[in-house]
């Protein structure tokens, strides 16, 4: 495998977030959150699962350090979770909820590996939902807040921080599609959550600067797609640059101080509640763009389709993960070149890159995932090949460090480079996860460009 285009500090990590691992969700003052809410919402999630005991990595976190210590990362994408350290959203820390993260942070740093934080992974303290969500305003600002109460405790040794873990997914899956907490479906309720999300993150970045101790380095995680179309037809091609403005540009222009784009206000039919000072809040500038890759789109015209116009066609003869997503990485390689041209960022990493499988361990709890094994390795080729094409990616972090709940799907789909067995909570390192360690220690030891 050719990486010689990665710079010698490029930094290999793993990802996970709270509401997926941690379980305790009652543990030392944490209230309810609007994904424990929507896990109880009838059919929501399959198999009836909820987050209750997840992994357990609020209990077992000396476990989960000691498989970052054996998978030998630079770096460890983890999520806060507000409920714990403010459990009604507003108002005083929580401090037994925030010790938990300083405790972590102190853990990892001893290690020496440097701890990555994500701010929102997407659950929501419930107090905030009765008060309209993301879909009122005030939510921006009470990020903000919290941001701010996070990094005064912990930014004297946290450098790298991000607000909002795919916005996307928070806004069109959780208010229009309906499928994530709090699982409503209206567009006009999508597109103004979708603006103080982003106005959420404008002003949690500015806290974060404000409050941290040593100079953080600040940015947002976008799960983004390239989108094609189906076929060359005039239609399909219009149809693409929707699923582009929706998947992509809705997020990344604002942030790189265009606004909002007006074909998709067109689309939407919906004006974003914008207000005086938000665009220039929302295009603070990013220290770095995260880039989270699962699949591109192929997208073929449908008028059937309210509102967008457009449904994603299979690929045919695709290879696909469990979750049906096609495995394509030079599609992140494409994400990141964009990127790259079009919005010139400091720095971009790729936050997630991942694939459930179906696994079969043996007597022993051993997974000899090779389809995990290539894709990862596939993925990361992609990677260094948009580092040799000039995109300035800095780290590579695979989802997951261990299986988890995967949010509406349950505990079927695994992500993990570690086995969790859920009746005993036991890790093992899949094959998977040996690989990532022998290219993590190869790549170490092997002399580089500066
Ligand atoms: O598990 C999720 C994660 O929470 C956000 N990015 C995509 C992953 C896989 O679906």
């Known amino acids: 495998m050719d990486l010689s285009a990665l710079p010698a500090d490029f930094r290999w990590g793993v990802a996970t977030s709270a509401y997926q691992t941690e379980g305790a969700v009652d543990a030392d003052g944490r209230l309810s959150s609007i994904w424990d809410d929507f896990c109880r919402t009838p059919d929501a999630i399959d198999g009836g699962d909820t987050g209750v005991e997840a992994s357990d990595s609020y209990r077992r976190w000396p476990a989960d350090l000691d498989l970052l210590q054996r998978l030998g990362v630079a770096s460890y994408r983890f999520s806060i979770a507000w409920p714990r350290v403010q459990p009604h959203g507003t ?3 929580n401090q037994p909820g925030l010790d938990h993260y300083d405790r ?39 990020f903000a807040d919290y941001a701010g109460l ?20 928070c806004a069109w899956i959780a208010h229009l599609e309906g499928t994530m907490a709090p699982g409503h479906r209206d567009l006009r309720e999508a597109v103004h959550a979708s603006h103080h999300l982003l106005l959420g993150h404008g002003l949690a970045a500015e806290a974060v600067r404000a409050q941290s101790a040593v100079k953080p380095s600040v940015g947002i ?11 060359p037809s005039p239609d399909d091609l219009h149809a693409a640059e929707r699923a582009d403005g929706h998947t992509n540009r809705w997020w990344l222009d ?8 007006n074909d998709m206000v067109e689309v939407y039919g919906i004006q974003p509640p914008v207000q005086p000072g938000d665009l220039e809040a929302i295009a603070t500038p990013l220290d770095f763009v995260g880039v989270n890759y699962y699949f591109r789109m192929k997208v073929a015209a449908d008028d059937t389709v309210a509102t967008l116009g457009y449904r994603a066609v ?46 079969v361990p043996d007597e022993q709890g051993y997974v000899r995932d090779d389809d995990r094994a290539d894709y990862l390795r596939a993925h990361i080729e992609a990677t260094a090949a948009a580092s040799a094409d000039g995109a300035p ?16 799907y349950g505990y079927r789909p695994r992500f993990g480079l570690a086995y969790v067995d859920y009746a005993t909570q036991q890790r093992t390192i899949k094959y998977s996860g040996e690989t990532y360690a022998r290219l993590v220690r190869e790549f170490q030891k092997t002399p580089r460009r500066a």
């Open 91 to 93: 108002g005083a820390v």
């Open 314 to 359: 299979p690929v045919a003869g695709a290879n696909t993960t469990a979750m049906g997503w096609e495995i394509h990485p030079n599609g992140l390689r494409d994400v990141l070149l964009r990127v790259t041209k079009e919005y010139e960022p400091q720095a971009l990493y790729v936050t997630e890159s991942g694939a459930a499988f179906v696994d």
């Open 104 to 142: 972590m942070v102190n853990d990892l740093l001893e290690v020496g590996i440097q701890p990555f934080v994500t701010l929102y992974h997407w659950d929501l303290p419930s107090p905030l939902q009765h008060r309209g969500g993301w879909v009122a305003r005030d939510t921006a600002y009470r």
């Open 221 to 231: 995680v976008l799960n983004l797609s390239p989108c094609e179309p189906a076929s």
């Open 254 to 261: 604002p942030l790189h101080g265009r606004g909002y784009p």
């Open 393 to 408: 990616v800095r780290g590579f972090y695979s989802w997951s460090l261990i299986d988890n709940f995967e949010w509406a």
């Open 150 to 169: 996070v990094a005064q405790r912990l930014g004297d040794r946290v450098v790298d921080w991000s607000t909002i873990n795919e916005p996307l997914c």
